[in-house]
């Protein structure tokens, strides 16, 4: 999720399909205070971009290691288009980290490849993150980035999926 959104790719969800979406964000609760900068952008973002607030259900669960098989059950469940997710993995010291983030993003692109339901994360793993106002205060504005741009792809490729979907039925 490092590349720029194109804004000519905006609107490439026909905006009378937009009320059909169904999205669910999930966020861990670990350093709630950095995270939900994360989740509260890609909120207001989703709904720059037209997506009803009444079509995003947020979900919160301890941790990141916890999120993969939170977006299992939703995206198993039929009733959503894409599922989000932000978190925080902090670099404690001894390398669990490396471990965690790992697998949380393993298993986030595994729901994916097995549900067919697209899965975007913003789980971050900054390097020697340390609990002081200057970081805290760095990544939190880190954060409110990395929550746009996870709407803005969740948007491009829902859209994408779309014209693939007519081009392939034509």
């Not at 720029?4 to 999930?26: D, E, G, H, K």
């Not at 009803?52 to 919160?60: G, H, K, L, T």
Request: some cysteine.
């Amino acid at each position: 999720m490092n590349q720029r959104f194109n804004s000519n790719t905006r609107n490439t969800i026909p905006a009378q399909l937009l009320p059909t979406l169904r999205v669910a964000l999930v966020s861990a609760g670990w350093h709630a205070d950095i995270v939900g900068q994360s989740r509260e952008a890609c909120l207001v973002e989703l709904q720059a971009h037209g997506l009803p607030p009444d079509r995003i259900e947020c979900f919160e669960v301890p941790g990141a290691f916890e999120i993969p098989l939170h977006a299992q059950t939703l995206a198993t469940s039929g009733r959503f288009d894409a599922i989000l997710a932000c978190a925080l993995v902090v670099d404690g010291g001894i390398y669990r980290h490396d471990f965690v983030a790992t697998a949380v993003i393993d298993g986030l692109m595994r729901v994916q490849l097995d549900s067919g339901v697209p899965v975007f994360s913003a789980v971050l793993t900054p390097h020697h993150f340390h609990e002081h106002d200057e970081h805290s205060r760095y990544f939190s504005e880190h954060f409110v980035k990395k929550g746009r741009e996870l709407a803005q792809a969740c948007l491009q490729t829902l859209g994408a999926r779309l014209a693939l979907k007519d081009l392939l039925a034509a």
